[in-house]
C-alpha cells in the first residue's frame, strides 16, 4: 500500500481536479493522487465520498460504508487521513501500521466518524462506539483507544499529548513511561532548564507556589487595605491633636509651627472649604490638610475575637495610643452559658461593665444585631445597666424593631426618656457629657436590645468587638443579610476584620462550606460600605481526630479573598509549622475549642501580626 501522509496536495498526477481515488503516493516531485489504485480501494469499499464542509475551511471525506476516511482544507491540505486499515499518522509518523489491520479487526477497531465537536476538531469512534481518537484541522492526531501496538509489536497501554512539549507520551501498562514520539525540541530544553536541579518541573514550582498558584507566603492581597493604611499614616500624625469647636476659636491660638489640631462642629466654611477637618500650623497660618479621619475597626468572629483577654484589649490599646480616641465602640448585651460579666458580650474596653436584670431573655446567634446577639423583654421592668462610659461621647442603642414596643433611659440615675422601638434598627440617645452609667428598662409591648455605640468627634480609633463565643461562619451568614448589612453600615465601619475556623472544624464543616460562608459575610459587609476586609485563617489546633484541617479552610479563604480582592493572612506562619512547636501557645483542648493560652503569651503571635498588616510594623 503506499505511503500515507497527511500533509499531500490533494491533487490528480495530471494534475486534474480531486478524483474518486484518495490514496496519496510519493513521485520525485510531488505527493499525488495515483488513479490507477482505485480498483484496490473499491475492493474495500473505500472510494471516497463526500461529507460536506464540516466549517468555513474544512471538508469531510467518507468511504462508501460511511466512515471518515479523510479530510481536507481550502488551501488542498490533507489532514488526519485514515486507510481502511484503520492506519493513523501524525505529522511526524505513523503510530500503527497497515500490517496491523487484523489485530484492528479483531477488536472493531475500523475508524468511523462521530461528526464535528468544533470547527476545529473531529471524534472518531471504534464501530464498538467506543472512543477512538480526535483529529485537528491542524492535521493532529490524538490516539485514545488502549491495548494498541508500535509496529514491532510492543503493546502500548495509553497514547496522550504532552504539554507543554506538543508531544505523544507512550507508557506502557504498569504507568510506566515508553517514550514520547514528536513534539517542540526547544520547548523541551526550556523545560528542561526551568526544573533546575529538581527531578520534574512541579517539584521546583511546589517550593514556591501552592496547587492553585497561589505564592506560599503568610499574606495575600495586603494592598487592599490601601485605605486603611492611608488613614493610620493621617491619624497617626494627628494623634494626640487639640480639638476645637469652631475655626474661629483654632484660629484665635498662636501655637508654633507645626502643631496639629481638628475642628469638628463648626459648618461655616473659609475659602470656600468646610471648616471641619484636620489642621496643620505652617509660617504663622492654619492650613487645612483634609477631613477628620477615624478608623472605625470590626472584629467579627468566634470567642478568639470576643475574648478581651486573648488579644484585643491589647489590640484596642495599642491602637488607641497610637491613632487617637474616638471612643469606646460597640457594647452587647446578650450572653452566652450564663448571665455574668464575663460571659456578656460587652466592650472592649474593659472599663465598660453591663449588667442584665432576671427579665430580660437572651438570643445570642440569631439576632440581626451587629454581634448576632440581643436580649428581649415580654413583661418585665428589669434593667440593663451599663457603667464606665467614658465622656464627651455620644450614644447610638440598637434594636430589633417590634410593633408597640418601647423602652426608658436615663443617666447617672436622673430623669426618664421613653423611645419607640417599633421601626428602623438604631436611635441616638440624648447622652450626658460626663458619661457614667446609663440604665435601659421596658416601657411597652416586647423590646429587643442589641447594644450600644459609643462615639467621639475627633480623629482616632473606635474599636466595634463583634465576636460571639461558640459560633461558626455558616451561622453568621445564616441571618437576615439585609437587616445585617443595615446593622453594620449604622456602625459606621471602614475596617473589618473576619476570623472563623476553630468552631467550623469541630463542627465537622468542610473547608469548601466554611469559604462559602465567609464570602457571604464579605459581599455583606462590601454592601454595607465597609472600605477594608482582612481573613485571617487559625492555627491549626491540637485535634487529631479531626479531618478537615485549618489548611484546607486556608486554602479555600485564599481563593474567595482573591476573587473578593480583600486581604489574607494565614496565622500558620505566625504560630509553627507544626502543633508541636506552638503547644505551649494553645490551651490542650482537642475535643472542644482551643483558645490562646494567655499565661503563656498565646494572643501575641495574632497581635504582631495584626500590627504588622494594620500598623505596618516591622
Known amino acids: 500500500m503506499p505511503t500515507t501522509d497527511i500533509h499531500a496536495k490533494f491533487r490528480s498526477s495530471t494534475g486534474e481536479k480531486l478524483l474518486d481515488a484518495s490514496l496519496v503516493e510519493e513521485t520525485s516531485d510531488a505527493k499525488v493522487l495515483k488513479a490507477a489504485e482505485r480498483a484496490s480501494i473499491a475492493d474495500l469499499s473505500n472510494r471516497v465520498k463526500s461529507g460536506g464542509r464540516i466549517s468555513r475551511n474544512l471538508f469531510e ?170 488613614r493610620v499614616a493621617i491619624l497617626r500624625a494627628f494623634a494626640g491633636s487639640t480639638g476645637y469647636s469652631t475655626y474661629a476659636a483654632l484660629n484665635a491660638t498662636s501655637p508654633v509651627d507645626g502643631t496639629r489640631a481638628w475642628v469638628d462642629g463648626d459648618t461655616g466654611t473659609h475659602s470656600s472649604i468646610p471648616n471641619s477637618g484636620l489642621y496643620v500650623r505652617r509660617g504663622g497660618s492654619w492650613f487645612r490638610v483634609g477631613p477628620i479621619e477615624q478608623l472605625v475597626y470590626a472584629s467579627i468572629g468566634d470567642s478568639w475575637q470576643k475574648a478581651r483577654d486573648y488579644y484585643g484589649a491589647e489590640w484596642y490599646a495599642q491602637l488607641k495610643a497610637a491613632l487617637g480616641d474616638a471612643g469606646q465602640g460597640w457594647c452587647g448585651y446578650s450572653w452566652v452559658t450564663s448571665n455574668t460579666l464575663g460571659n456578656i458580650n460587652g466592650c472592649i474596653d474593659a472599663a465598660v461593665q453591663v449588667t442584665v436584670g432576671a427579665s430580660w431573655t437572651p438570643s445570642y446567634t440569631t439576632s440581626t444585631g451587629p454581634d448576632l446577639g440581643c436580649q428581649s423583654d415580654a413583661a418585665g421592668t428589669d434593667m440593663i445597666s451599663t457603667t464606665g462610659i467614658a465622656a464627651g461621647q455620644s450614644i447610638v442603642l440598637f434594636y430589633e424593631p417590634v410593633a408597640g414596643a418601647s423602652v426608658e433611659y436615663r443617666w447617672n440615675a436622673g430623669s426618664w426618656t421613653t423611645v419607640a422601638l417599633g421601626s428602623g434598627t438604631s436611635v441616638a440617645l440624648t447622652t450626658d457629657p460626663a458619661g457614667g452609667q446609663l440604665d435601659i428598662r421596658r416601657v411597652a409591648g416586647a423590646p429587643r436590645l442589641c447594644g450600644h455605640d459609643a462615639r467621639k468627634l475627633g480623629p482616632g480609633v473606635r474599636y466595634h468587638k463583634l465576636g460571639a463565643s461558640g459560633t461558626a461562619a455558616s451561622q453568621w451568614a445564616a441571618v437576615n443579610a439585609a437587616a445585617q448589612q443595615a446593622s453594620w453600615a449604622a456602625l459606621g465601619i471602614n475596617h473589618a476584620d473576619i476570623q472563623f475556623g476553630v468552631n467550623d472544624q469541630n463542627a465537622g464543616q468542610l473547608a469548601s462550606l466554611v469559604s462559602t460562608s465567609v464570602n457571604t459575610l464579605i459581599t455583606r459587609l462590601k454592601a454595607a460600605a465597609v472600605a477594608a476586609i482582612a481573613v485571617y485563617s487559625p492555627p491549626e489546633l491540637n485535634r487529631p481526630l479531626l479531618t478537615n484541617t485549618m489548611a484546607s479552610y486556608a486554602a479555600a479563604f485564599r481563593q474567595v479573598c482573591n476573587t473578593a480582592n480583600v486581604a489574607f493572612h494565614d496565622l500558620q506562619a505566625d504560630y509553627g509549622l507544626a502543633v508541636a512547636d506552638y503547644t505551649d501557645l494553645i490551651d490542650p483542648d482537642p475535643v472542644a475549642s482551643p483558645h490562646p493560652r494567655i499565661s503563656n503569651g498565646g494572643g501575641m503571635p495574632i497581635l504582631a501580626a495584626k500590627r504588622r498588616i494594620i500598623l505596618g510594623d516591622n
Request: aromatic share 8%; proline share 1%.
Open 61 to 230: 471525506f467518507l468511504a462508501r460504508d460511511g466512515e471518515m476516511f479523510s479530510f481536507f482544507d481550502a488551501e488542498g491540505i490533507l489532514h488526519a487521513l485514515l486507510q481502511a486499515a484503520s492506519v493513523i499518522v501524525d505529522k511526524d509518523r505513523q503510530f500503527v501500521s497497515a500490517a496491523q489491520k487484523a489485530d484492528l479487526a479483531d477488536v472493531s477497531q475500523r475508524v468511523r466518524t462521530r461528526g464535528r465537536v468544533s470547527d476545529n476538531l473531529l471524534e472518531f469512534l471504534a464501530k464498538n462506539g467506543e472512543l477512538f481518537g480526535r483529529a485537528d484541522k491542524a492535521g493532529v492526531f490524538d490516539i485514545i483507544q488502549n491495548g494498541l501496538k508500535l509496529p514491532d509489536g510492543t503493546k502500548i497501554y495509553s497514547f496522550k499529548r504532552v504539554d507543554p512539549e506538543n508531544a505523544i507520551l507512550l507508557t506502557y501498562a504498569t504507568g510506566e513511561k515508553m517514550g514520547t514520539l514528536g513534539g517542540d525540541t526547544v520547548l523541551r530544553a526550556e523545560v528542561a532548564a526551568a526544573r533546575g536541579s529538581r527531578s520534574n518541573l512541579d517539584q521546583r514550582m511546589s517550593v514556591s507556589l501552592d496547587s492553585y498558584g497561589f505564592a506560599k507566603v503568610a499574606d495575600q492581597g495586603l494592598d487592599n487595605l490601601r485605605r486603611t493604611r492611608r
